[in-house]
């Protein structure tokens, strides 16, 4: 037997969690309009698919973007040769600026802080090597995205303490779940160096108000620790209240700024995850430089700096996407909530994400995780949807499931709305309003397709998004 | 004071070697034919520039190869949300492809075994990752690539041991060597788990004779310690022999083939370290898993597997690339030597890679390392050309450097060639043949010997220097 490591041995990559079982499910029968459609749907994959003719249509007025184009060609070699680790300018002043429209302008960042890494994934790790050693711990607020468990502690031997937050209060994070966190690690010998916040949160879709946030940064300065700011998802806040970012309120109240690093990334706010945009932004000079130098285990492609340095340079390009995204997400999200709620389902007051976080407690048996298991794979096998169970993001309380909009057209929405939809009515829920029109018309579909359409034309339709088989379509011609 | 990790206060990223001085020499004051004629010239850079008109034209033959361009633009969509990492089939098989045609066809890659990386740089650590835990270590043959010590041992707490390779026989990478230096990491109480092998070399351009391989087959079957072979320089052998790669070997010599993996790039062959594709290609499904999901810290952008695969998978391009690149490498590397030759500077021979390993020990003032840093200073500040010492790559013995010569045009290579011959002739040194010293002009008769073999092809209309000796010879 020829010996390899212990990280390659042991499972620490995190397969093995009940997260990745709904992916296999989706994988072996996926939907598909017309070859499968009673195939899973997709709805556990926080994917932002909603602009992309958008985008496309700016990459056909500007060839220059590519380095194939004879208008690009010219910059063929220098690109391709390109391996410099600090990244080309351009690419980093086009990020900078990019990060700073979509705060609102509150904040500027600096192009000389912007340092790159193989996506988000790669950002979490290499500033978790940045900024602790093996054994010492990161506190990470429940629940969480369950990929910081392989990318923060896999490969670096870091420990991840949970901060329980809680349904009673929406899960905010509050001082007190912070202290007894910090105290638990304390009692259990282990060294906390910093904590990860995501904001907005994975999977919540909601986001920190000022106080909070205010309040998180008077603790990690009493500790003593780093403070990790993932705002992946700063774009895709689609109402009010605006967005705070960590960056805005070192502004405000005092901070030793070399405790202050943001992870970032193109891959949910664009819809490009597939091109390995990662960043990481440190107020920490010495973070910054050995980032940097780390960052050679994963810089991005510089054929890609160069396409997302000419597109994210472009002030009116970014202007209008970051409006036209939010508008799709918002209307794609009050769509959603609000057909579920017809239903009887709710879901957490959200207003940024992906994604929701629904609740679905009272579908229970008992209020076990075990439980928990049992309705998830009802749901996969039965209703044929892949949604994500809450035990999945260490969620304390069992019955909440994340729940993705966003990576789907309006036909899929629609199907997988009359499933669930079905479901509930099978499953004689009594929360489904009994003199509801919905419920005495034969053809469900029908009855959802023509009571939606009067209420989509209030706040969606555009012709654009529709697909050709859609039923909405049908009830319109 | 805020406290960081270990990793990040030390100095394991190697940025304090000397093969790092060089570079900033070069940075304050880098070669520009018009603009900064007297700036350093950069000879320390491996790169492969010679190939990229070749390249740029099937690039605008084939619009389908960007998602940005008309025809392309239809994939944009599903390659951007393209994140999985078992990678593009389509990437993987164009890839495996180009791996067997670049050693001849001799051997089939299997497309489910490639996995990415970022460069080789990552492949490189995610490799080490994979096989060997802190404390434990590989055993490298000297000299070797001074970016081994930060990418196999940052991040990842392994440690590497040197197999000391001498000049006496060529740097070759004996048994005697390689069992001293196993018995050293045994006594130090070092576990050693592989074997890595640069093949063909870098620094010194040589590739390992069939027997050698099957020697270092051999001696890892026998330890049970793992093989490692970045072959990032394989289609750079521009003469015969031609190359073996291990994936040969192992079809012709009993071996535990979970010991067997591949490291490969196209920053090399290609000319393309901006992409970041690096591929760690394992013959241990365990590690091929492992791998895999690793890569997910590293993947290859989908636009530029997208570039890649549709590159990659015309036959007819990669067969002629690989012949073109072969041709203008063979020519350059020839002419430099020759050219070196003629002022008295040796090489040791060699057939492949992006660089020659220069000897200069008869200019060393003393057999140490000081007088080689002393030397190397003399060749930054006075000859101003950035080359890399040989004991940054943990040579054993001082006086060897390493210099590229396929990171420049031509006329870049004719000052250099040229700030080297006055710097021989100013030394007055007694290896340069006298006819040369009688003639004049130095400049005139390296461009004689140009004609010999330079093609047509090489020699720019458009020189950026229209005082070159070369323009001035033809017109």
Known sequence: MAAISKIATGNGHGENSAYFDGWKAYETNPFHPTDRPDGVIQMGLAENQLC?????????????????????????????????????????????????????????????????????????????????????????????????????????????????????????????????????????????????????????????????????????????????????????????????????????????????????????????????????????????????????????????????????????????????SRERLFKRHKYFTWTLSQIGICSLKSNAGLFIWMDLRKLLKEKTFEAEMDLWRVIIDEVKLNVSPGSSFHCHEPGWFRVCFANMDDYSMEIALSRIRNFMVKNNETMVPPRNKLWRRTSLKLSLSRSLSRKMDDFIMSPSIMSPQSPLVQART
């Open 52 to 324: 992309f003719d958008f985008i496309e249509k700016w990459l056909m007025e500007h060839p220059e973007a590519s380095i194939c184009t004879a208008e690009g060609v010219s910059k063929f070699k220098e690109t391709a040769l390109f391996q410099d680790y600090h990244g080309i300018p351009e690419f980093r002043q086009a990020v900078a600026k990019f990060m700073g429209k979509v705060r609102g302008d509150k904040v500027k960042f600096d192009p000389d802080r912007i340092v790159m890494s193989g996506g988000a994934t790669g950002a979490h790790e290499m500033v978790a090597f940045c900024l602790a050693d093996p054994g010492e711990a990161f506190l990470v607020p429940t629940p969480y995205y369950p990929g910081f468990d392989r990318d923060l502690r896999w490969r670096t031997g870091v420990e991840l303490v949970p901060v329980v937050c809680d349904s009673a209060n929406d899960f905010k994070i509050t001082i007190d779940s912070l202290q007894s966190a910090y105290h638990k690690a304390q009692e259990a010998n282990i060294k906390i160096k910093g904590l990860l916040i995501t904001n907005p949160s994975n999977p919540l879709g909601t986001f920190m108000d000022k106080d909070t946030l205010k309040n998180i940064i008077n603790f990690v300065n009493e500790k003593n620790i780093h403070l990790i700011g993932d705002e992946i998802y700063a774009a895709t806040v689609f109402m009010e209240p605006e967005f705070v970012s960590i960056s805005e309120v070192i502004e405000e109240v005092e901070c030793n700024r070399d405790l202050i690093h943001i992870v970032y990334s193109l891959s949910k706010d664009m819809g490009f995850p597939g091109f390995r945009v990662g960043i990481v932004y440190s107020y920490n000079d010495t973070v910054t430089s050995c980032a940097r130098k780390m960052s050679s285990f994963g810089l991005v492609s510089s054929q890609t700096q160069h396409l997302i340095a000419t597109m994210l340079s472009n002030d009116e390009f970014i202007d209008n996407f970051v409006a036209e």
